[in-house]
């Protein structure tokens, strides 16, 4: 018994040290493998709400969207992690003037994990148009009569 144990034990040290170093060489092409399958990329496409902060007494005279779309590209796991989350990308208008304004939209500032590679915007523009609301006037308003009526 003791002479077939010696003889398996002699054929898996012959077995790991014959060819040692295209072992080697196997297993790093396996481990380089493994790596580029497991951070595979993968994309997504995620819609983000816009929330506009406006100066006092003035209102957006035209119509801009409250949301926007993003395609996303990164590892699973990052992908996974947006998408779990809910994002607003916040315009501060406070500061600007009446008018139109153009506004382009920054994903950086939604501080997505650095894996993440923002693929396209749309819209990446937004154009709103800022007017004074005008103070209302202090006389009642009256019903129309019609005085050809008799």
Do not use: C
Not at 33 to 57: D, N
Not at 62 to 75: A, H, R, T
Not at 79 to 84: C, L, T
Not at 99 to 125: D, H, K, M, Q, W
Request: glycine share 4%; net charge positive.
């Amino acid at each position: 018994m003791r002479f077939h144990m010696r003889s398996v034990k002699s054929f898996f040290i012959k077995a790991f040290i014959q060819n040692f170093s295209l072992k080697i060489i196997a297993a790093i092409i396996a481990l380089t493998l493994f790596i580029l399958v497991a951070g595979e990329s993968v994309q997504i496409s995620k819609r983000i709400k816009i929330e506009y902060s406006l100066p006092e007494k003035t209102i957006i005279a035209n119509e801009l969207p409250y949301e926007f779309e993003l395609v996303l590209s990164g590892s699973k796991t990052a992908i996974g992690f947006v998408s779990g989350q809910d994002y607003i990308y916040r315009v501060n208008l406070t500061n600007a003037q009446t008018g139109l304004s153009i506004i382009r939209i920054n994903p950086r500032e939604l501080n997505f994990p650095r894996e993440i590679i923002v693929l396209s915007i749309s819209p990446a523009t937004l154009y709103p148009r800022l007017e004074r609301v005008s103070e209302p006037s202090s006389k009642p308003l009256t019903p129309f009569k019609n005085k050809n009526k008799k």
